[in-house]
């Protein structure tokens, strides 16, 4: 994709550099983390159909992408969580952004809805991956529960900063509570009442539904604090029966393996001092369990108990992202097994060597006084973020490297919406404390966070 930018923001130069300061000579940490930001937000800018505002899934080379990439409906919902945080920061004008959004909404609001296979969405939820020019139904995809709570995350995000008595802000605020509403969450429960994890025309519901500690702790939240279509209580009960709490590394925390699933939910809530009852017992919050998870990460890197390459105190972070692809290849005398796009996770696995910077910058809210050093080592590396129009490009892996003889690593060549999102929101919670502040008000957010049974002072 050409690097031209819908929303008049000054170009990239030709050399690929944001037209901010080379981070390598950056004075001060605000710096830094302002033009990671930047960068981050750049993909917004420009892998978008400005008609409809659908955010492209990836990008790479024009050589190696497929011309007709889809856009994928988590990528959307973080692009408009973006749009406040772009405006609080400078990057883009409150009337460019409100414009986009708009486009946005209005999209999902005509978008066709039913269960006919080439649609959008089907009773409030929508496909994973919609066509960029017309946003059906893309490669015979899932609807997806847990990308349609992100893309509706994003929505709520915007009714909550465009809100004032202007038209277009009005429209904002009445078109993210409509979409809301018509989601019919009560539609996608099992038997276990608990959520089905996505629904095809051609079969029906998927297996398995959402169990256990994920991502779809944000799901279960929204989905109760529903005033149409609410699931019941004993939904989140059922959920929570699959956690595992463990000890590892001498730290006992709710276990999940990849980084990414201790952040999304986060990303929108801010977990500080409130409770459910399985946290109540174990006497911390979730922010904290995601703290001790950032840590553990950092830990197992530091032991590198497979030996792989470039991990270490600021070389760390494994998360769900591309990777050098399936393949086994014999290094230095050592037998290794690749993956393409996989959850990594530690300290169990999948573990090939992959390294996701974006997971370590989205870590940055929990543990900032390790997050801040591996940072910096990622972008004081030449080939890792100057670079690139959008910054932190999916995945490395060193390790890889030495098959092909690249001396620094093998370096993926695609940029994924789903990771540039994270990056913009967390280090800006990290920063000044936007998207929670936005959402501690919300009252489904509330509604929902209550029926789980949290508790706290803020509720």
């Not at 930018?5 to 944001?18: F, H, L, R």
């Not at 409100?98 to 496909?127: C, N």
């Not at 991990?311 to 005398?333: F, K, N, R």
């Not at 690249?406 to 990771?419: K, P, R």
Request: aromatic residues 12%; negative net charge; hydrophobic residues 40%.
């Amino acid at each position: 994709m050409p690097a031209v930018d819908p929303m008049n923001n000054p170009p990239i130069n030709a050399g690929g550099i944001s037209s901010s300061a080379s981070s390598r000579t950056i004075r001060n940490v605000d710096d830094t983390l302002d033009d990671i930001q930047r960068k981050a937000f750049h993909y917004f800018e420009c892998e978008v159909n400005p008609l409809n505002g659908l955010i492209r899934d990836k990008v790479g080379p024009d050589d190696r992408g497929p011309v007709n990439w889809p856009s994928s409906i988590a990528a959307v919902g973080f692009a408009l969580a973006c749009y406040p945080v772009a405006v609080s920061r400078g990057f883009v004008s409150r009337e460019a952004a409100i414009k986009r959004t708009l486009t946005t909404l209005r999209f999902f609001a005509g978008s066709v809805q039913g269960p006919e296979p080439d649609a959008t969405g089907h009773r409030g939820f929508y496909y994973h991956f919609l066509d960029m020019q017309t946003g059906r139904r893309a490669w015979a995809c899932e609807l997806s529960t847990v990308d349609t709570v992100l893309l509706i995350a994003g929505m709520l995000t915007c009714a909550r900063f465009f809100n004032r008595n202007e038209t277009d802000e009005i429209e904002v605020c009445a078109l993210s509570d409509a979409l809301y509403r018509r989601v019919e969450w009560d539609w996608a429960l099992d038997r276990a009442s608990t959520l089905h994890m996505g629904w095809r025309p051609e079969s029906g519901f998927l297996e398995p539904s959402w169990s256990g500690y994920n991502e779809a702790l944000l799901l279960y939240i929204l989905a109760l604090g529903s005033p149409t279509h609410p699931i019941p209580q004993n939904s989140y009960q059922a959920w929570t029966l699959g956690y595992e709490w463990k000890r590892i590394y001498d730290s006992d925390y709710l276990y999940a393996a990849a980084l990414f699933t201790h952040q999304f939910p986060h990303i929108w809530i801010d977990f500080r001092g409130i409770q459910d009852a399985f946290m109540r017992d174990k006497g911390i919050d979730y922010f904290e369990n995601s703290r001790r998870a950032t840590y553990i990460q950092r830990q197992y890197a530091i032991t590198n108990p497979m030996g792989f390459k470039g991990y270490s105190a600021e070389g760390w972070g494994l998360s769900a992202s591309e990777g050098p692809g399936l393949e086994t290849v014999l290094i230095d005398g050592v037998e290794r097994h690749f993956f393409g796009y996989i959850a990594r996770g530690v300290p169990y696995g999948p573990d090939d060597g992959s390294l996701t910077p974006s997971a370590v910058a989205a870590s940055l809210p929990f543990a900032p006084e390790i997050v801040l050093p591996a940072i910096k080592h990622l972008v004081n590396d030449p080939n890792l973020h100057d670079v690139n129009p959008y910054g932190f490009r999916a995945t490395i892996n060193p390790t890889y490297g030495a098959k092909s003889g690249h001396a620094g690593g093998w370096i993926s060549q695609w940029h994924f919406g789903i990771n540039q999102g994270p990056v913009v929101l967390m280090v800006e919670n990290h920063r000044s404390g936007l998207l929670w502040s936005l959402m501690r008000e919300c009252p489904y957010v509330i509604q929902g966070l209550k029926r789980a049974d949290f508790r706290g002072d803020r509720l």
